[in-house]
């Protein structure tokens, strides 16, 4: 009221994929100038972090793009352009291009942070009307190890647990997941649970994270090696009788050939290569699987990793061989990255066809053509590169086309020197995006101006699957318009026949979805855009059945899998996995004795586009740093506060020193929102499975300046 606030509006939180409702206040000019959590919201309860609290400054910070761009060499001044002319380029460079060097030789790279019918809507148009192969998101960066993983344990992407499972587990083990700066208010909200139950906090990461000091056993464990240490608590769980026989009898194949490599993985063996000592392993592994119900999260320390599907496979199958999947409090719940990370897993199509469908199935492949209204044929039958193989396509000549939506690979990934020369290589490059500023702008031909989050209409997707609507609450400055917007006036140009139907309203695009989600896992035939806000999210599935049936859409939290199994699996099983442990990352050397661990700061989003230029973020953390161990300090007279270097094999970067004892002697941590730093020196080797990056195992050394 002290703002002079007339008016508030209701949208979910843009940034991370805890699925936060905010209401933004507007004064009496229509001005956002406060944002308030929800009181009645099932995940926030009326609470928001430090992001979400200032998430209205977003509306007019600096750099937002108001007016489409165009030049004709990537190292020209920008000239104003009309939409229709910009387009209209767009357009004719993909068809050009098309022709010239074949269908997928244009690449389409898109993001986490749009709202799920642009999500949708996009998938049509490519895989429907421009017909490239080549399509991802920047989730690989972030989650493509998760869903790897999921796929290859249940049959099927798609989170099982819920956050009400932390109010009925009796024991917690977080695997590379600093909850209280990167997922705030789930954090609190295992926090409420923890101090009601009391149940045990494991915690592995390299690093003392906030979480980590919060924990009741801290498992300080060598980079790169999780999977060795889930081999050994297995190898304990069987050697002591813990499992779970009969869950293992009726819902899983594969236990033979898991236990025959887990035998491999004693905990003394284990312990020399994970650094865990072996009567940790096995405390942990007894306090895992005697607990009632245990439960596991984990996020970028997994997933960020060459083993990162693997150990989401490893993680399932600790949580399958003692019986914890479907039972409350005992769950394997992926803590996703971006707002809508999961709704682009849904609706995008990236990897494969809407709502779980893969290109390789024949009926998925006839069921969306005959939907959509084109030609099964015009359908590729695998799916196409991943976003992390593309720039390598493109430095190869490959691929000469890139159309960039909502996510700057300059800044976000590995080894960026090289993407920068690959990005100089394009014959023509389009930048869609909120900020015209962005590192990847800068080798764009054409700049498309987007609205950003609650300038839009449309639904996301959280950690725990619950759909929560997002409403304009402002419209977009001055020529910039709704993604969703974009992407239906380039339908237009591709689709002349007008024989695909590209509805305009999110309301109608999502009850589209809900037809084609009828009987698949993701079920959201229950829902549309009223029920969503009034309800303040709810979690799929949620059926026209139910509906029929008179049942009320869930609330609290529901678990996807029962105990009785129903896996994604044509006979209902989930697979156990063996996981032979391979050493395949950089590691420190004479030359680079150091790794390099990176990760994120409560106050930043990703790359800064955002949050770097929100006074309020900005303030805490305006310019690169590295933590240091004092001992290393010392041994190299470096100071509080001193610029350093930090090199690697790809480049360098310089970086304030701030010794802390929360790294050891031989880690710097380097938070990775920087601009320009800590990717200069990442090497990011991938995941075979994810073809996600290891952007937390690099080698460095550092020099003085
Ligand atoms: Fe937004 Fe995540 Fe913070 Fe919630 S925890 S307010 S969703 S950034």
């Known amino acids: 009221a002290d703002k002079g606030v007339v008016e508030w509006k209701y949208a979910a939180c843009g940034y991370c994929s805890t699925g936060c409702s905010i209401e933004v206040g507007l004064n009496a000019e229509g001005k956002p100038v406060t944002s308030r959590g929800v009181a009645d919201a099932d995940v926030n309860r009326g609470k ?89 998101g920047n989730t690989t960066l972030c989650m493509a190890s998760a869903v790897s993983g999921y796929k290859r344990s249940f049959g099927s992407d798609g989170p099982p647990g819920c956050y009400e499972d932390f109010e009925h587990t009796d024991c917690l083990f977080a695997w590379g997941s600093n909850l209280p700066e990167q997922h705030p208010i789930i954090y609190w909200r295992m926090k409420e649970a923890q101090e009601k139950r009391g149940f045990p906090l494991i915690v592995v990461d390299p690093r003392v994270t906030m979480l980590a000091q919060n924990a009741h056993i801290h498992l300080a464990i060598t980079p790169g090696t999780d999977v060795v240490l889930m081999n050994a608590m297995m190898h304990v769980i069987f050697a002591e009788k813990l499992e779970d026989s009969s869950y293992i009898e009726t819902n899983t194949n594969g236990i033979d050939m898991l236990r025959a490599e887990v035998a491999k993985y004693d905990p003394v063996t284990a312990s020399k290569i994970c650094g865990i000592d072996e009567d940790t392993i096995r405390v942990v592994a007894r306090l895992y699987a005697k607990a009632g119900a245990a439960m596991a999260i984990w996020t970028m320390g997994i997933n960020q990793s060459t083993h990162g599907s693997d150990g989401v496979v490893g993680i399932n199958n600790l949580a399958l061989i003692t019986g914890n999947i479907g039972k409350p409090g005992g769950t394997s719940l992926s803590i996703t990255g971006q707002c809508n990370a999961m709704g682009t897993r849904e609706w995008s199509s990236c990897s494969g066809l809407p709502n779980y469908r893969a290109l390789e199935n024949p009926d998925h492949r006839a069921e969306i053509a005959d939907f959509w209204g084109i030609d099964p044929e015009f359908f590729p039958k695998k799916r196409g590169m991943f976003q992390t193989d593309i720039y390598h396509a493109i430095e190869s000549g490959q691929i000469k086309g890139l159309w960039l939506i909502a996510t700057n690979p300059l800044s976000s990934l590995p080894n960026s020197a090289r993407v920068r020369k690959a990005m100089e290589s394009l014959e023509f490059c389009a930048v869609q995006d909120c900020y015209h500023d962005t590192e990847s702008a800068q080798y764009a031909h054409v700049y498309l101006p987007a609205g950003t989050w609650a300038e839009k209409d449309g639904v996301m997707t959280n950690t725990e699957r619950r759909i929560s609507v997002v409403k304009p609450v402002t419209p977009p400055p001055g020529q910039a ?225």
Request: glycine letters at 8%.
């Open 48 to 136: 928001l972090c430090l992001k979400g609290i200032f998430e209205h400054e977003l509306f007019t910070s600096a750099g937002r793009g108001t007016e489409p761009l165009m030049r004709e060499q990537w190292h020209q001044d920008w000239q104003p352009a009309t939409w229709d002319s910009a387009l209209d380029k767009v357009h004719d460079e993909i068809v050009r291009i098309q022709a010239k060097y074949g269908r997928d030789s244009v690449a389409i790279i898109s993001t986490g942070q749009m709202l799920t019918e642009e999500f949708y809507t996009l998938g049509k148009l490519t895989r429907g009307l421009i017909g490239t192969n080549n399509y991802d």
């Open 481 to 705: 318009q709704p993604d969703l917007w974009i992407f239906n006036r380039m339908a237009e140009r591709f689709n002349q026949s007008g024989k695909v139907n590209f509805p305009e309203k999110a309301a109608d695009i999502f009850l589209e979805m809900g037809k084609l989600s009828v009987g698949r896992l993701a079920d959201i035939s229950g829902m549309n855009h009223e029920l969503l806000e009034k309800q303040r999210g709810i979690q799929w599935p949620y059926t026209q059945e139910q509906v029929k049936n008179g049942e009320a859409p869930p609330k609290g939290g529901k678990r996807l899998y029962t105990v009785d199994g129903t896996f994604s699996y044509a006979d209902g099983k989930a697979k156990l996995i063996p996981l032979p442990f391979i050493d395949n990352n950089e590691v420190p050397d004479e030359k680079f004795p150091i790794w390099l661990n990176t990760g994120r700061l409560i106050e930043h989003w990703h790359g800064r586009t955002k949050t770097g230029k929100i006074g309020n973020n900005n303030k805490y953390s305006p310019i690169p740093f590295i933590e240091i161990n004092p001992d290393l300090a010392a041994e190299l007279n470096i100071e509080r506060g001193e610029y350093v270097r930090l090199v690697s094999r790809r480049s360098d970067a310089v970086v304030m020193a701030m010794p802390t004892q929360r790294v050891p002697k031989n880690m710097v941590f380097l938070p990775f929102h920087f601009h320009d730093c800590a990717n200069r020196l990442t090497l990011g080797l991938l995941d075979p499975h994810s073809r996600q990056p290891a952007y937390k195992q690099s080698a460095v050394r550092i020099e003085r300046i």
